[in-house]
């Protein structure tokens, strides 16, 4: 089995950062995307941000674009997620995934992740 744990949350003042991690481990896979997906209290999942391992792009939320920047180790199987001017409406559970490579091409944004990390709070007081 293959495990994502996230690491970073916490609580932060309005304009304030964080830096989210997420590592995987247990049975070795090959990973063609990796990605951040938050849920707030009464809401649904969504999509935050993600990467494609093949030439690195990266995918955003608009609510997050130009706040939060994805990163991470293609090799470790590692994502990282840099949070800045965070705002109240920013408060959520995030939770980390992982696609398999596919030949077909991975699509981060709105492709099916096939591991899922148990997630982190992430609490934004205004």
């Known amino acids: 089995q293959v495990q994502l744990v996230e690491s970073g949350g916490g609580l932060v003042q309005a304009g304030g950062s964080l830096r989210l991690s997420c590592a995987a481990s247990?049975?070795?896979?090959?990973?063609?995307?990796m990605g951040w997906f938050r849920q707030a209290p009464g809401k649904e999942r969504d999509f935050v941000a993600g990467?494609?391992?093949?030439?690195?792009?990266?995918y955003y939320a608009d609510s997050v674009k130009g706040r939060f920047t994805i990163s991470g180790d293609n090799d470790k199987n590692t994502v990282y997620l840099q949070m800045n001017s965070l705002k109240a409406e920013d408060t959520a559970v995030y939770y980390c995934?992982?696609?398999?490579?596919?030949?077909?091409?991975?699509?981060?944004?709105?492709?099916?992740?096939?591991?899922w990390g148990p997630g982190t709070q992430v609490t934004v007081s205004s």
């Open positions: 247990g049975r070795t896979f090959v990973s063609g995307a």
């Open positions: 995934a992982a696609q398999y490579w596919r030949l077909s091409g991975n699509a981060p944004a709105g492709g099916q992740y096939d591991y």
């Open positions: 990467i494609r391992w093949s030439g690195g792009s990266t």
